[in-house]
């Protein structure tokens, strides 16, 4: 069995978004094996450190900022012909 945090450091130095993605996704698993152990739930794998390890490096691969995003999300939803719902429309 593959040991989750030692991945979470080896990805550090890729440069594939793919590929971490992939490898995001396989160990995921893991976290997941070990919040059940634990009786965790969804708050445990979110905040958990491989996962943030993980998160964090395709944030870096992305480019990402604020403003980055926000065009991200509008052209999404330009081209998913996406109809935001009338709670989303009247929210604060």
């Known amino acids: 069995m593959s040991n989750p945090y030692k991945t979470a450091c080896e990805i550090q130095d890729a440069c594939n978004l793919s590929g971490v993605v992939h490898e995001f996704s396989r160990t995921v698993r893991l976290v997941r094996e070990e919040a059940d152990k634990l009786g ?53």
Not at 48 to 65: R, T, Y
């Open 40 to 92: 965790k739930g969804t708050d445990y794998i979110n905040t958990h450190p491989v996962v943030i390890a993980f998160v964090d490096k395709l944030v870096s691969l992305s480019g990402h900022s604020f403003s980055k995003a926000l065009a991200a999300h509008q052209t999404c939803t330009d081209k998913a012909n996406f109809e935001p719902t009338t709670e989303a429309t009247n929210a604060p």
